[in-house]
């Protein structure tokens, strides 16, 4: 092989390497193009989980308003056979001990590990370089084979 042959291999590996390495980044990653529609589809599931949750709880205040008066609570424990005529009926609240609210940190956190978080830089500078070097092989390999047949 020639140096000029040699300096075209170098120059080609050395662009190839740079604009390969800057595609990628704008690709795979961590501020990158998946990263952010991994992201914004994230967003979207989390405002319909949110509006989901919103319609329940205006539907809970409802029920608890309807539910407050003594005559409402005799009506729905008789409605599902809790009382009999002349029973007494109890009502109890939740003081907030109860175990509301791990089901949504569970689901945000499976939705966090389903985020795709792209690839650091020194991952994209090596498949850049391994890219490049395999580029590089094949174009040095046909101009070797076209130089040959000439």
Same mark, same amino acid.
């Given at each position: 092989?020639?140096?000029? %042959?040699? !300096?075209?291999?170098?120059?080609? /590996?050395?662009?190839?390497?740079?604009?390969?390495?800057?595609?990628?980044?704008? $690709?795979?990653?961590?501020?990158?193009?998946?990263?952010?529609?991994?992201?914004? !589809?994230?967003?979207?599931? $989390?405002?319909?989980?949110?509006?989901?949750?919103?319609?329940? &709880?205006?539907?809970?205040?409802?029920?608890?308003?309807?539910?407050?008066?003594?005559?409402?609570? %005799?009506?729905?424990?008789?409605?599902?056979?809790?009382?009999? +005529?002349? +029973?007494? &009926?109890?009502?109890?609240?939740?003081?907030?001990?109860?175990?509301?609210?791990?089901?949504?940190?569970?689901?945000?956190?499976?939705? +966090?590990?389903?985020?795709?978080?792209?690839?650091?830089?020194?991952?994209?500078?090596?498949?850049? $370089?391994?890219?490049?070097?395999? /580029?590089?092989? &094949?174009?040095? &390999?046909?101009?070797? !084979?076209?130089?040959?047949?000439?």
């Amino acid at each position: 092989m020639n140096k000029s %042959k040699a !300096r075209k291999c170098g120059l080609i /590996f050395t662009f190839s390497t740079i604009l390969l390495y800057f595609i990628l980044l704008g $690709l795979l990653g961590e501020e990158g193009f998946l990263h952010a529609r991994s992201i914004r !589809r994230d967003l979207e599931h $989390l405002r319909q989980r949110q509006e989901a949750l919103v319609l329940q &709880v205006d539907s809970l205040e409802q029920q608890n308003t309807l539910m407050s008066s003594q005559d409402a609570l %005799k009506d729905a424990a008789f409605r599902f056979g809790y009382q009999a +005529e002349g +029973e007494q &009926v109890f009502y109890f609240t939740d003081d907030g001990d109860g175990e509301y609210g791990h089901q949504e940190e569970d689901t945000i956190s499976k939705m +966090e590990s389903q985020t795709f978080s792209g690839f650091s830089k020194p991952w994209i500078a090596l498949l850049s $370089l391994a890219f490049s070097a395999i /580029f590089t092989i &094949v174009w040095a &390999v046909g101009t070797q !084979r076209r130089d040959r047949h000439r």
